[in-house]
């Protein structure tokens, strides 16, 4: 049996997991053999803050005409979103190093999207809060960089990830398809 999908890359990666879908357990009751495509979740994002895109697909473990399923249904996300964020792993990485770089509050002048100012700080304090939880998790695939001690932890979290990951496009898709976890 195979892990549940959480993640998925791109429209190749999510084919061969909906192909396998007879084959995957449910998350909620464990059970194979139900789950069906239930749909799309949609969302505004640093792409275009004016369209939506497809930032989930919806799996429903089916429990109609007679199927063993328990009737719940869960998401598999693509790798470069980030739930309940209207900003794509990239937007957020560009996002990150501008503060590191220059400060919060020129980093949020600078980073000119579509957020206000007060959710770009709720996410600069997600990522500070959840440094700690990412190490632990970057720590399963390599150790961390030798820096200097000036470094701020932040970003000592950030050179950890391009250390885990250095030749995705995106590290924090990267990191969040391969743990299985949303980086904030
Ligand atoms: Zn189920």
């Given at each position: 049996m195979g892990q549940q999908p959480r993640f998925y890359h791109d429209d190749d990666d999510w084919n061969t997991l909906a192909e396998r879908l007879k084959l995957t357990p449910c998350p909620h009751c464990q059970r194979a053999g139900a789950l069906v495509r239930h749909g799309f979740l949609y969302g505004f994002d640093?792409?275009?803050?004016?369209r939506k895109t497809i930032r989930a697909r919806r799996i429903f473990c089916s429990n109609r005409n007679a199927r063993p399923g328990c009737g719940r249904t869960f998401s598999v996300w693509a790798a470069d979103t980030i739930r309940r964020l209207g900003l794509t792993t990239s937007g957020l990485f560009r996002f990150l190093r501008l503060v590191l770089a220059r400060g919060l509050l020129a980093g949020i002048r600078d980073f000119?999207?579509?957020?206000?100012d007060r959710t770009l700080i709720r996410i600069w304090n997600r990522f500070r809060l959840g440094g700690s939880k990412i190490r632990t998790a970057l720590m399963q695939r390599c150790a961390p960089p030798q820096l200097l001690l000036e470094h701020r932890p932040e970003a000592q979290v950030l050179a950890h990830l391009h250390t885990a990951f250095p030749d995705a496009t995106c590290p924090i898709a990267a990191f969040q398809h391969t743990m299985r976890t949303f980086f904030v």
């Open positions: 640093d792409r275009n803050p004016h000119r999207g579509h957020l206000s």
